[in-house]
Structures are given as structure tokens and as C-alpha cells.
């Protein structure tokens, strides 16, 4: 489950894909309402690619998929002889475990309890998010997340279990970005789908999105031979 080109991995690609192939969605469908701000679609625009790298990043640019071997850079300098950035040496350890991580943490915890926190006696501070076409999770959602990276690391033994914490953060801004935008759940942001009945039957059809992904995490990790735990 926890090994590379497993199931956590495959589904962390999956949910990384999907959500920067709605933020995009959404990007241009704010474009294209009256008075809409150009800035706004900037902001969704720059996220929807920053995480499709972040989904190419996690495979490896399908390196593995393709039995692509690395250049010599890569082999030299990754820790794990692989083409992508984010496992590139850095100091005693790589520019994930050293930088990222410690930058995910801190947005992490930032955007999904300490602002929305403060949001609810403060209106003006989720005003001033959402003024820059963003949005903060609802701590329904945002408190279990958090729990379950917590348990997994506290918990789980096992050297790539990090990786069950990236992977609920994916499943996790993929729900709440859903949420958000197409049916303005916690937002004062226009829904792309109004009217209860219709944000209902898409919710329905979303929640068997996810377990789609999850079927097909599983087919494509046994498809690379994928074994181990």
C-alpha cells in the first residue's frame, strides 16, 4: 500500500490530476461571468498548475509508467535516482523532506484550522481570502483531516508513511475545492451549480468519482507490479 507506485501513490496522482483539471474548470468559468476579476482567475489559473506539477512530480513525469531512465542530473542528484525535483538533494536530505514538507505544514495548518478559526469570530478575515478568488475549508472537513495525518504518523510504522498523509491531503482539497466551488459549501463564493436539488445529484455523482479513483488507484498499482506493503 505504502510502497512506491503503490495505491496511496497512484490515488495522491489521481485526486492531484482531477483537482487541477477543475480548478482550471472553474478558473475559466469565473472568466466568463459579468465583471469578473482577472486577478481572481490568475490566482485559480496558478493553482490548478501548481498542482498538475505537483501530480506529474508525485510519478515521477511517468517515468516509471514509461521505463525512462533517468539523465545522469537525476541520477547524481536525486535521492532516489528518479526525474523530478521534489526528491533532489538537499543538505543531509532532499528538497522534500527539508523544504516542502515543512512549507506544507505551515500552509497546512494555516489554511485549514488557524484561519478558519479566526474566521468565525472575524468575518472580514474569510472577506478578504475569498477576495482573492480562494476559500477556507469548514472545519467539518478540515479537523478530521488533520486527525487522520496525525494517527497515521503517530500510529503507522513504516519509513514511506508520509505518504498516507499526502494522500489524505489530496483526497481532502479535492472534496473541499469541489465543495467550495460547485455547490458554495462554507463560501460566499457563487456556486457554478445552484439549487439544492441539482447540487444534491452532484454530490452524489462526485462521492462515485472518489471511488472510482480508488478502483482505479488500485488497478494501475497492482498494473506496475506493485507487491509489497
Not at 466568463?32 to 498538475?52: M, N, Q, T, Y
Not at 503517530?154 to 489530496?170: D, N, S, W
Amino acid at each position: 500500500m505504502l510502497s512506491e507506485d503503490g495505491i496511496t501513490e497512484w490515488m495522491q496522482f489521481l485526486c492531484f490530476t482531477v483537482t487541477a483539471g477543475l480548478l482550471a474548470f472553474i478558473a475559466l468559468e469565473r472568466l466568463r461571468e459579468p465583471g469578473a476579476s482577472k486577478f481572481g482567475f490568475l490566482v485559480l489559473a496558478g493553482l490548478s498548475l501548481v498542482v498538475a506539477l505537483a501530480a506529474l512530480e508525485e510519478i515521477s513525469w511517468f517515468q516509471r509508467v514509461l521505463k525512462v531512465q533517468s539523465p545522469e542530473f537525476f541520477l547524481q542528484n536525486n535521492r532516489q535516482a528518479e526525474t523530478n525535483l521534489h526528491n533532489l538533494a538537499v543538505g543531509s536530505g532532499s528538497l522534500h523532506k527539508n523544504v516542502i514538507l515543512k512549507l506544507i505544514v505551515i500552509v497546512g495548518l494555516t489554511h485549514n484550522l488557524i484561519l478558519p478559526l479566526l474566521a468565525r469570530k472575524r468575518p472580514a478575515i474569510r472577506a478578504f481570502v475569498e477576495r482573492f478568488g480562494l476559500y477556507l475549508p469548514p472545519l467539518a472537513a478540515s479537523i478530521p483531516y488533520l486527525v487522520m495525518v496525525i494517527l497515521s504518523h503517530l500510529l503507522i510504522e513504516h519509513e514511506r508513511k508520509g505518504e498516507l498523509g499526502e494522500m489524505f491531503g489530496a483526497v481532502h482539497y479535492l472534496v473541499t475545492v469541489f465543495g467550495a466551488y460547485c455547490v458554495g459549501i462554507a463560501t460566499n463564493h457563487k456556486p457554478l451549480f445552484e439549487g439544492a436539488k441539482e447540487s444534491g445529484r452532484l454530490s452524489v455523482l462526485f462521492s462515485m468519482l472518489l471511488v472510482f479513483l480508488l478502483l482505479v488507484a488500485w488497478i494501475m498499482s497492482a498494473g506496475t507490479g506493485v507487491v509489497g506493503t
